[in-house]
């Protein structure tokens, strides 16, 4: 009698798992309704942009003329000194990953 109602519990609970790990599954499968599928938001045109400076919405004249101003670079304004400073430690940083006792 015992051994019985164990087997019988124990399938009962299998089914049960079974059943509702394949329930979940079937719903998450399924995207949510209100999303728009990617085959038609590839098609569509684009006409608003944000600027990737501020963040601030655009139009698309403003985004194509803003894109023309970020490509043309300003002429580097770096000090001499500065750039003499950099140098050596990019030598000093390359010396001591071949010679790493060398201690300076």
Do not use: C, N
């Not at 049960?16 to 209100?34: E, K, N, Q, R, Y």
């Not at 938001?41 to 803003?66: C, F, H, N, V």
């Not at 430690?89 to 006792?101: S, Y």
Request: net charge positive; proline share 10%; glycine share 4%.
């Amino acid at each position: 009698m015992k051994r019985t109602r164990f087997l019988v519990l124990s399938i009962s609970m299998s089914i049960l798992v079974w059943l509702s790990s394949h329930i979940g599954t079937v719903g998450m499968a399924l995207p949510p309704p209100d999303d728009i599928p990617e085959e038609i938001l590839r098609t569509q045109i684009i006409i608003a942009a944000r600027s990737p400076i501020d963040g601030k919405p655009l139009t698309a004249a403003e985004y194509a003329q803003l894109q023309e101003q970020l490509q043309v670079s300003p002429p580097r304004k770096l000090d001499p000194k500065i750039r003499d400073q950099i140098f050596l430690l990019r030598i000093r940083k390359g010396l001591l990953q071949i010679f790493p006792f060398l201690g300076i």
